[in-house]
């Protein structure tokens, strides 16, 4: 992974850019900056990851219009750069899984983020199929005045349910792993999203084992548990596994 100071040191447009802070990621270059003294986040591709580029640019062009979402202020085709807003808060991973947030708050987030899905989902449907925002853990979701989700290179054209069993399993993994809380809050979740939308998710059990097993990629560490939960899950039901 490329360091920003190269970006910012040999391209004279980005000469102008201070970097206030460095973001973890798994393929991309990712800072908050100060543009022309203007806070922005700088997201720098690498050559071989222009179609994510591409993608994320027409998701974000089209959502921010009405969705909670970032706004895209200029995509550099040359240096493979996207420039957004950047938005102050908590990643939603550290709000749910650390500090002492009480239960009854935890709740009222994952209404909140059950409710951006919907919204989400909703938005981008046409009467043939549905675009799902992809990628979607807890890591790609700011909690500011509300909910605002963020990384949208992976986002596609496929069923709602992917993007809701790819949240439980972030959610069910993320450590503390496998509470009875982390289940509860499952619950919520899916219940809230499934009062919003008009569709059903199907093969739930199934995409919700995958999804944990998907995590094992990530996660090789926790490999044994997060296949006893995934088999669990597929063979008895999210309904019935209990922590």
């Known amino acids: 992974m490329k360091d920003i100071d190269e970006l910012i040191n040999n391209v004279k447009k980005y000469n102008n850019c201070l970097v206030q802070r460095r973001f973890e ?3 991309n270059t990712v800072a908050y900056v100060l543009k022309d003294n203007q806070p922005r ?10 179609n994510n580029m591409d993608k994320e640019y027409e998701t974000l062009a089209e959502g921010s219009k009405g969705l909670d979402i970032p706004f895209v202020y200029e995509k550099d085709n040359i240096n493979n750069v996207l420039i957004l807003n950047y938005f102050i808060g908590e990643n939603l991973c550290d709000v749910i899984n650390k500090g002492r947030r009480p239960f009854h708050e935890k709740q009222r987030i994952v209404v909140l983020l059950a409710d951006w899905f919907a919204r989400f989902h909703h938005y981008f449907k046409t009467d043939k199929d549905f675009r799902i925002r992809g990628d979607a853990i807890l890591r790609n979701f700011i909690l500011s005045n ?4 963020v990384d949208f290179e992976e986002s596609r054209i496929a069923k709602p349910v992917e993007d809701i069993t790819t949240m439980c399993a972030s959610i069910l993994s993320s450590d503390p792993m496998f509470t009875f809380e982390k289940f509860q809050l499952c619950k919520i979740f899916i219940v809230t999203y499934k009062g919003s939308v008009r569709w059903e ?3 739930f059990n199934q995409e919700l084992s995958y999804a944990l097993l998907e995590r094992i990629q990530w996660r090789p560490e926790d490999e044994e548990t997060l296949r006893r939960y995934a088999d669990k899950i597929r063979y008895q039901g999210f309904s019935k596994t209990i922590s």
């Open 25 to 27: 990621s798994r393929k």
């Open 41 to 50: 986040l700088l997201k720098w591709f690498p050559p071989g990851l222009k």
């Open 201 to 203: 998710l199907e093969n």
């Open 146 to 149: 509300g909910i605002i989700g």
